[in-house]
């Protein structure tokens, strides 16, 4: 079973989608299994993150913007893809050091997250943008 989820953006940051995963995972019906979220781009990522205190979406935004600034920055001067604008080529990196796929455990015909965990798109461009997230259940 496969579903794409559309996830509209509005600039950098953690975008929760556990209810729109759970609602379509309810109407599946699938008891045990395996769901496997890819998302469909190169500058934004997939996170399992706490979902209680908005402050760590925050830290967590703030943190990889000040890991990879800007490619205006000074300390980013040797990247050479700019032409997409200072976003683009810092968005690529934080992609490539966070991941794009997650695969999470369908138990009693629910995901079994912890109790605070929630599925975040995490954004890494200014510009809104419509993402995609592929899911698939195994099982």
Not at 116 to 124: A, C, S, V, Y
């Amino acid at each position: 079973m496969q579903k794409q989820f559309q996830i509209a953006t509005h600039g950098p940051g953690l975008y929760e989608v556990t209810r729109e995963v759970r609602g379509w995972l309810a109407e599946v019906g699938c008891a045990q299994g395996l769901l496997t979220l890819f998302v469909r781009h190169t500058s934004c990522s997939l996170l399992i993150q706490e979902n209680a205190d908005p402050e760590v979406q925050d830290d967590l935004q703030a943190f990889f913007s000040r890991l990879v600034p800007p490619s205006t920055d000074p300390a980013m001067a040797y990247l050479r893809h700019t032409y997409e604008g200072p976003d683009d080529m810092p968005a690529h990196i934080k992609a490539a050091l966070l991941p794009v796929s997650l695969s999470i455990p369908i138990s009693g015909g629910a995901l079994a997250l912890g109790t605070w965990q929630g599925i975040n798109l995490f954004e890494h461009r200014d510009a809104p943008h419509r993402r995609q997230i592929l899911a698939h259940i195994s099982g």
